[in-house]
């Protein structure tokens, strides 16, 4: 078990055994799977202008399923998402999970790349203890770029890198829909 370095981007392919992969890809293509609107990817505190985050189209659906604040909030679709833990604890050290939320990014027909920024804080900056573990559900041409440098979206891979490296998410224009698992831990 390893804690990736904290400038260094580690790439896991094919993360999860392809029957599970494929059973949690099928309960976020549900009807009744809910997604809930966020009109900004990382909240207005990057933007001068309150507006520019509607102008911008820097929007996405989300669905939290466990995250560990002030207050600790779980869904009921956790259970679900769970095991995908214990295949991350042979590929990182892992003692607490942080938050762990699902990020829908519908296609505008064009590419949106929205706002650079770090995941957890603390005291006001990022906590360089987090790891950051994003898992792709979809292939497209999206994707995320951490560190200038854009990785895009390939079903069934891991991106693991340090709280500490600045990233954002990129829409795509070649799909309907891109959803990533993100992942903090400790």
């Known amino acids: ?11 896991e392919q094919n993360f999860l055994p ?14 009744t799977f809910p997604w809930y609107f966020l009109p900004s990817t990382v909240g207005p505190r990057v933007f001068t202008n309150p507006r520019a985050i509607e102008q ?11 995250h560990f604040d002030k207050t600790y909030m779980t869904s009921n679709w956790f259970k679900d998402f769970e095991p995908i833990l214990y295949y991350l604890a042979d590929k990182i050290k892992l003692k607490k999970l942080v938050r762990m939320r699902l990020n829908l990014y519908t296609n505008q027909n064009k590419i949106v790349e929205h706002s ?6 603390e005291k006001g900056k990022a906590d360089p203890n987090v790891t950051i ?18 990785y895009l979206s390939n079903a069934n891979e891991l991106l693991i890198f340090n709280n500490i490296n600045k ?10 829909s891109r959803i990533v698992l993100n992942i903090a831990t400790t």
């Open 116 to 121: 650079p920024h770090i995941d957890i804080r």
């Open 56 to 66: 911008d189209n820097h929007f996405m659906f989300n669905h939290t399923l466990l």
């Open 18 to 31: 392809p029957i599970f992969f494929n059973k949690l890809k099928s309960i976020l293509s549900r009807h």
């Open 167 to 176: 990233h954002f998410g990129i829409v795509q224009t070649d799909t309907p």
């Open 1 to 11: 078990m390893r804690t990736p370095e904290k400038k260094k981007i580690r790439i």
């Open 133 to 150: 573990s994003i898992l792709n559900f979809t292939t497209c041409n999206g994707g995320t770029v951490i560190q200038g440098k854009k």
